[in-house]
Structures are given as structure tokens and as C-alpha cells.
């Protein structure tokens, strides 16, 4: 046990082999059962791609972009995924965070586009945050290749959404409740769409966007192309992908709930107060950019200040802030000028945030599923992370 985790009195957890009985009885996660620790001994098994990107019939201009991007081989989603949407096979791809599943659905997507400047392709994403950093990866693959692309999301003037809407652009990437509004609006004409893209799909029903996902895809022409993106699934996914798909291939590259690079902790507080053993954790050698997940916009609001008081360079996300607020403090934290980041659960989906070292849950999630997505933003890209929860 390294000093560190003896310092801020760890104690192991064990494995949970009942999680639905789990809970029922409790309204909260303990991480403690949950945890699968990984170790520096343990064994991960290096994937070989059947493909290469220049293997694949897309656009040397696409080709160009993605080298640029420092892409070298496919990831698993990805070398089985672009295969079968370049075929226009409607697909269900489950992968764990952090697989590169945006970059999957999108290269053979905008390779239509670019084969055919009528298409146009809609993107539903459940969070602002997941809808900017899909319209930043499309703005990345499709540099010099004149594809015009369109954020709608909420928190921002509509009005210049509006505008956008009207030069016609063959992407459109957004929230279903503003996507929903502009087509009540009737500025929003989605049955030009033949192709459409859910992401995050198990987010979106807890979110409960199940109603507007459906009144927005009752609006895209006939017949689409469909897909489906997630990193969980559960029986209420799985039926509404059966009422959208028409004979969907479907790819799981999941081996783990959780990716092996992630180091797994439980916290004991032994009485200690929680901002106490925080801090501790928070001044370690080992620790350098952290990402702390709290249950509510006050609880985070409060941590804010008291991290701000003892001279931490903090920022936090939640849905009280302004939109232009929540990209400022995701920005800083992206680019350094803050080393922590303060969230709800708006920030555990989907959001690709490079060299994450430490995930901290200084609340417990709700589910399982929660727990999985908030330590999903460390250890990505084959890098090692490290996830600590704090129990009492």
C-alpha cells in the first residue's frame, strides 16, 4: 500500500455480485462494491485493427485530416463501425468511454456528405457540453472540404442558430430540446435528414428526452439511416433502438464495464471531515489534473469556494451556469489554466478531456451506470487514471 493511500485511510473494497439488490436498498452508489482494481501486473491485451484508416474507401481529403489529427490505427469501435455505416447498414455501437466512438460514426458520415453535397446528417447529443465537443471533432475532420456544420443547443441566442439554419448546412448538432423548439419554429426542416446519429443514447432516457427523440425522429425523411451510440445499454435502450433501426448491426467492444487503465480506490473517511481528506488527496504528488464529481449545483457551488479559499485554481460546471460560463471553465481546464474541475453529472458523459489523473467522487453516484461514465473521463486513450470515492 503506498504511503498515499495509507495517509488518507484507504481500505479496500470487494467485488458486488447482487447490484440490482443493491439498489433497492440504497439510493446511492458505494463504490466499495463495486470497485475492480486494476494492478500494474494485470495483462491488457493489445487490440490488432483489421483495418487501416488508408484502407478504408473514403476521401483522401478525410484521410489527410484524420492523419492530421495524429489518428494511427483504427480503434475497435471504429475498424468495425465505419465498415458497416460506409456499407449504409443502420448500427448500434456500444463501447466504453473513451474509444473513440464520435470519430467512428463521423469519418464515413461526412465521406457521404463529401460523395453527395445533398445529404445532410443530424446529431442529437444529451448535454451542451457532448454537442460543442462533436461540432469541434466535425470542424477537425472536415477542414478544407467546404461542409458547412451547425450547433443548436440551448443556453446560447437562438437567433443565430436561426441564421445559421437558413444557409443550409449538411451538419446539424444539437440538444433535443432546442432541436425540438427550432422545428416548432419551422426553421428546422428535418425531413432534408436522410441520416441521423444518437449519442449517448442511455443518457438521453435519464434525462427523460424519450418524448422529443421521438417527435424529432417522426420528422426525418424516409427511409434513414440510423445510428445508435452509447457506451452502457439496458432493456429501455434497447427498445427504443428496435422502434428507430430497420435490421441494425449491432457492435459491442466492450471486454469491461470499466476500462482497464483505470485504478480504482475507495476513500474511508473514519469520521474525518470530507473537504479535509479532499484536500489531502488534492495536494498529493501523484495528482495533478482532477476531475470531482458532487451530487447538486449547491453542493458544487459550495466545494467551489472552499477550494478557492485554500488557493486550489478551481472551476466548476453545472446546470445553473451560463452556457458561455460552462465552456469557459471546461476550456480552462482543457488548456491548463485551472488543474480542477468541479461537476454534476452533466460532465460524465461523453466528454473527451485529455490527461485526466484523477477522477473524484466527493459525492456518490446514483447508479452503477453513473459511477462507470464519471470515472470514464480518466485513464482514456490507453493512458493510466486513477478513481477515488470518498465513503464514509
Sequence with gaps: MSNFRRRVGFRPGRPNHDRKAMFRRVQTVNPALLVNKTTSEEVVVEFKPKHAFADFDIDPKIKANIARKNFSNPTPIQDQAIPAILEGRDVVGIANTGTGKTAAFLIPLI????????????????????????????????????????????????????????????LVIGTPGRLKDLCN?????????????????????????????????????????????????????????????????????????????????????????????????????????????????????????????????????????????????LMGFKTGQIDILLATDIASRGLDISNVSHVINFDLPATYEDYVHRIGRTGRAGKRGIALSLVE
Excluded at 134 to 162: K, P
Excluded at 268 to 291: A, Q
Excluded at 309 to 328: D, E, I, P, T
Aim: net charge positive; hydrophobic share 40%; proline share 3%.
Design 111 to 170: 465521406d457521404k456528405i463529401v460523395k453527395d453535397r445533398s445529404q445532410k446528417v443530424l446529431i442529437i447529443a444529451p448535454t451542451r457540453e457532448l454537442a460543442v465537443q462533436i461540432e469541434e471533432e466535425v470542424r477537425y475532420l472536415t477542414a478544407g472540404l467546404n461542409i458547412g456544420s451547425l450547433i443548436c443547443i440551448g443556453g446560447v441566442d437562438m437567433f443565430r442558430q436561426i441564421t445559421g439554419l437558413k444557409r443550409n448546412p449538411n
Design 185 to 329: 419554429r419551422n426553421v428546422l426542416n428535418l425531413s432534408s435528414f436522410r441520416f441521423i446519429v444518437l449519442d449517448e443514447v442511455d443518457r438521453m432516457l435519464d434525462m427523460g428526452f424519450v418524448v422529443d427523440v421521438k417527435f424529432i425522429v417522426s420528422k426525418l425523411a424516409t427511409p434513414r439511416h440510423s445510428l445508435f451510440f452509447s457506451a452502457t445499454t439496458s432493456p429501455e435502450v434497447e427498445k427504443i433502438m428496435h422502434m428507430f433501426l430497420n435490421n441494425p448491426v449491432k457492435i459491442s467492444v466492450k471486454t469491461r464495464e470499466t476500462a482497464p487503465t483505470i485504478y480504482q480506490d475507495v476513500i474511508k473517511l473514519n469520521g474525518r471531515p470530507k473537504i479535509d481528506v479532499l484536500k489531502e488527496i488534492l495536494v498529493s504528488n501523484e495528482v495533478s489534473k482532477v476531475l470531482i464529481f458532487g451530487r447538486t449545483k449547491w453542493g458544487i457551488e459550495k466545494l467551489d469556494k472552499e477550494l478557492t479559499g485554500y488557493g486550489f485554481r478551481v472551476a466548476s460546471l453545472h446546470g445553473n451556469k451560463r452556457q458561455s460560463q460552462r465552456q469557459r471553465a
